[in-house]
Nanobody
Framework: QVDLMESGGGSVQAGGSLRLSCAAGKLPLLTYWNSCMGWFRRAPGKEREGVAHIATDGSTTYADSVKGRFTISRDNANRPLYLQMNRVEPEDSAIYYC??????????????WGQGTQVTVSS
C-alpha cells in the first residue's frame, strides 16, 4: 500500500470533464489533517508544475492556466482529495500527481507523493 494513490484519469475530449481522486492510503489520518494537499502535473517534455493546492483551513490556490476550470477539494473525514477538471483543453494532457506537504504550506516542497494518473485530452 502506498501513501497516496490517484485514480480517475483517462481520455476525454476537449471541453469535457474529469474528476481525479486521491486516496490517502498509508498516510496517517492525523498527518493528512495537518497537511496542505496539492495536485501537480507533468506533460511530456515539460517540467512538473503545481496545478492546485488546498490548505488545512480550506483555502485554495490555482495555477493561472486552470483558474475557473479546475476545483480542488478535500474530505477531512475520509481523507480523499479531489480535482474536478472542467472545460479541459489539450494542454491539460499530462500525468497528474497528488502530493502532501505535511505540517507546512504549499510553498514548501511536497514530501509525500502518489504514483500518478494519466490524463489525455483530445481536440
Amino acid at each position: 500500500q502506498v501513501d497516496l494513490m490517484e485514480s480517475g484519469g483517462g481520455s476525454v475530449q476537449a471541453g469535457g470533464s474529469l474528476r481525479l481522486s486521491c486516496a490517502a492510503g498509508k498516510l496517517p489520518l492525523l498527518t493528512y489533517w495537518n497537511s496542505c494537499m496539492g495536485w501537480f502535473r507533468r506533460a511530456p517534455g515539460k517540467e512538473r508544475e503545481g496545478v492546485a493546492h488546498i490548505a488545512t483551513d480550506g483555502s485554495t490556490t490555482y495555477a493561472d492556466s486552470v483558474k475557473g476550470r479546475f476545483t480542488i477539494s478535500r474530505d477531512n473525514a475520509n481523507r480523499p482529495l479531489y480535482l474536478q477538471m472542467n472545460r479541459v483543453e489539450p494542454e491539460d494532457s499530462a500525468i497528474y500527481y497528488c502530493a502532501a506537504h505535511p505540517y507546512t504550506s504549499w510553498s514548501t516542497p511536497a514530501s509525500v507523493w502518489g504514483q500518478g494518473t494519466q490524463v489525455t485530452v483530445s481536440s
